[in-house]
């Protein structure tokens, strides 16, 4: 056997003999479930948004021509436009952006609301139990289970006697009432995970129930927040229950007001403005799912993890 | 004002479990106390109780004097030190150490003071500027030592510092906290469980069992002279030897009744002599073996049953006339399974345990 045969011999030997990474299939039948599914999924959830899309982007005359599927031939930025400040409702017309200021002014208030009375009610449970804060707890969670429908007349009948029935702030207020089972409980349970030798710490460093609070429990409960954060800006903002409930036509939000375009029944159905209108009304929590998708997973998952 | 700590009649329950029962403690100024236990024996618990982080049910604490049964943890003129470090995980080692100060609005001069030299004490001076999550377990709990030192309070309270530090850094830190023990001189209350840490550590360990204070005694008395058995089993490593068995009327021999008897001449026994069943105790190190069993008042003779050689000695398990034995040699003798080898020992180490009570006779 010559030199040049035996370094063959290794090389080929090498070659077969398993030795550093593992050498992957890409086509394996795991792998083809995998992104087979995905990919579905995908088309499922993406599909009707781009025929809105593009629906949105084509005048009436491209629309009656019936491909729902091709992109727009001649691309119109006008029935957003008029989805936005022309499209009427009743009376005004002045499309969208009423809607959508409503939606604003009831959100800000009852998202600052909701999740600080959430996150304070999260922190009493979890670190400043009393006698009966669990049977409190309980109680509340089971607030989680009873369908709005429920309680929509009792609600107007409190909010009657209060004198907020019709105003925003009634809405605000059962908004913020509505958030509290889920939202606590997100709270409590992320709070409860934290280590208990931090309030000792604090509590020997003289920090109160307040200065705990805002200065060690907050400023480590970032993610929790952008969750309950998310959770009540989608819910809010999407809620057309309560909106049509419990205020008048001059404060509905954008979904009543949205509904009341897209189900307009006199003169010609303007696809083209309906899907305009459409997107424009869910632009708000696909914004923030963007932005805060990935501390989203992250609170989730550390808020159900540990409880 | 001679105790820096005070506890009287303690009583802590939870409902109708009762964790802490008509406790009494007295801690000099400048003591180190240990405060000794496995786990559940209440140790952590009544530190809280003294730290004021637990409500208790009944008696009265007093620091330095100073009634404070009823004070909030901050107004107690107390620093501790947590297992798990607790530092504030979004502050800097600086915002940590000033937590407390500011909260006390304590003025910024003073601040940077106390800041300075707690850094200088405890070598923490390059670390000011990071978080918690940049140091090490070392590097963290020393900060939290720090913690407490700014605060210049009168006493210190540790629960179980090293607990959660790898063992060479455990040792190197029991060094400096009794050399910052040395150099500041404050009452410090230690809970631990473990042995080694209360022996080197302390002035006096109190040993916890069931929420009470078996023995409250400097460490040489606690390891020479235990009061029970619990006590005499808990302290040392391996630990006593235990035998069953009867003292004969004059209280001069010990007989297990298996065929196994000797005498226990030279025994202090700490009330009036006595006979009837006992437990009888013996330290391993306390058993010579090979040519130094000669000369030793008691000897017997031990079958090798099973050798532990550690290096600097061997642990070696043995039978004499039917009795299990666990005594310790130098590593440097060889030993084998099934020799026989002459031990002896001094009955003057021997503990004697009454059979029933268990208390020392």
Redesign the interface.
């Known amino acids: 056997m010559s030199a040049t045969e035996i370094t063959t011999a290794t090389r080929n030997a090498s070659a077969v003999a398993p030795r550093g990474a593992k050498p992957k299939n890409p086509f394996a039948p795991r792998n083809i479930m995998l992104y087979g599914t995905l990919i579905i999924f995908s088309i499922y959830y993406l599909l009707p948004l781009y025929v809105m899309l593009v629906t949105s982007l084509k005048g009436m005359a491209e629309i009656r021509v019936g491909n729902v599927f091709s992109p727009p031939v001649e691309i119109t930025f006008q029935p957003w436009v008029k989805a936005w400040s022309e499209a009427c409702t009743g009376i005004n017309c002045d499309g969208l952006s009423r809607g959508f200021w409503n939606s604003v002014r009831i959100l800000i208030p009852s998202l600052i609301l909701s999740v600080s009375v959430a996150a304070l009610t999260g922190y009493v449970l979890a670190c400043w139990r009393f006698k009966g804060s669990e049977i409190f707890f309980g109680i509340l969670l089971l607030g989680a289970f009873i369908p709005y429908q429920v309680l929509l007349y009792p609600l107007v009948i409190i909010l009657r006697e209060l004198g907020l029935f019709g105003s925003l702030w009634g809405l605000v207020l059962v908004h913020t009432v509505f958030a509290m089972p889920i939202n606590v409980l997100l709270f409590r349970n992320y709070f409860v995970a934290l280590p208990e030798e931090l309030f000792k710490a604090a509590r020997v460093d003289g920090a109160g129930f307040w200065g705990i609070f805002f200065r060690i429990v907050v400023p480590m409960s970032l993610p929790i927040f952008v969750v309950s954060g998310i959770i009540q800006v989608t819910g809010i903002w999407n809620d057309f229950l309560f909106g049509v409930v419990y205020t008048r036509p001059e404060n509905y939000p954008m979904t009543v007001q949205l509904n009341n375009i897209v189900n307009s029944v006199q003169g010609v159905k303007e696809y083209n403005v309906n899907m305009a209108a459409t997107l424009l009304t869910g632009l708000v929590p696909l914004v923030v799912y963007f932005f805060s998708g990935r501390l989203f997973v992250r609170g989730i998952a550390a808020g159900a993890v540990k409880g | 004002m001679t105790h820096s700590i005070e506890i009287k009649e303690l009583k802590l329950s939870f409902g109708a479990v009762t964790v802490l029962e008509d406790l009494n403690l007295q801690v000099g100024q400048g003591e180190f106390l240990v405060l000794l236990g496995s786990s559940g024996c209440g140790k952590s618990t009544l530190l809280?109780c003294i730290?004021?982080?637990l409500d208790i049910t009944d008696g009265e604490i007093h620091i330095q004097g100073r009634n404070v049964t009823w004070e909030?943890?901050?107004?107690r003129g107390?620093?501790?030190v947590?297992?798990?470090?607790?530092?504030?995980?979004?502050m800097t080692v600086e915002g940590n150490l000033t937590?407390?100060l500011k909260?006390?609005r304590v003025p910024k001069d003073e601040i940077a003071k106390r800041i300075a030299r707690a850094a200088e004490v405890l070598q923490i001076e390059p670390l000011l500027k990071r978080k918690p999550g940049a140091l090490s377990g070392g590097q963290r709990q020393r900060v939290a030592i720090g913690?407490a030192l700014v605060?210049d309070v009168d006493v210190f309270l540790f629960?179980e510092p090293l607990s959660n530090l790898d063992a060479k850094l455990r040792a190197d830190l029991r060094v400096e906290i009794k050399r910052l023990h040395q150099t500041l001189k404050n009452t410090m209350i230690y809970v631990t469980h473990d042995q080694v840490e209360a022996m080197t550590l302390a002035d006096r360990i109190a040993i916890m069992k069931g929420g009470q204070i078996m023995q409250l005694a400097p460490p040489s008395e606690i390891y020479n002279r235990p009061v029970n058995k619990y006590v005499a089993g808990f302290i040392g490593s391996p630990a006593m030897n235990f035998m069953e068995g009867q003292l004969d009327s004059t209280a001069q021999r010990f007989d297990t009744g298996r065929g196994l008897d000797f005498s226990v001449q030279g025994y202090e026994f700490a009330s009036a002599p006595t006979s009837g069943p006992v437990w009888l105790g013996l330290r391993p190190e306390h058993i010579q073996s090979g040519r130094w069993a000669e000369g030793q008042p008691v000897q017997l003779e031990a079958l090798v049953d099973m050798v532990e050689p550690m290096g600097s000695d061997t642990q070696v398990w043995a039978k004499v006339n039917g009795q299990d034995l666990r005594f310790r040699m130098d590593g440097q003798e060889a030993v084998a399974i099934g020799d026989r080898m002459p031990i002896g020992f001094d009955p003057a180490r021997l503990s004697l345990f009454d059979k029933t009570t268990e208390k020392r006779l």
């Open positions: 809280n730290a004021g982080l909030e943890p901050s107004q107390i620093g501790m947590f297992q798990s470090y607790a530092l504030y995980p979004q937590f407390g909260n006390a913690r605060r629960d």
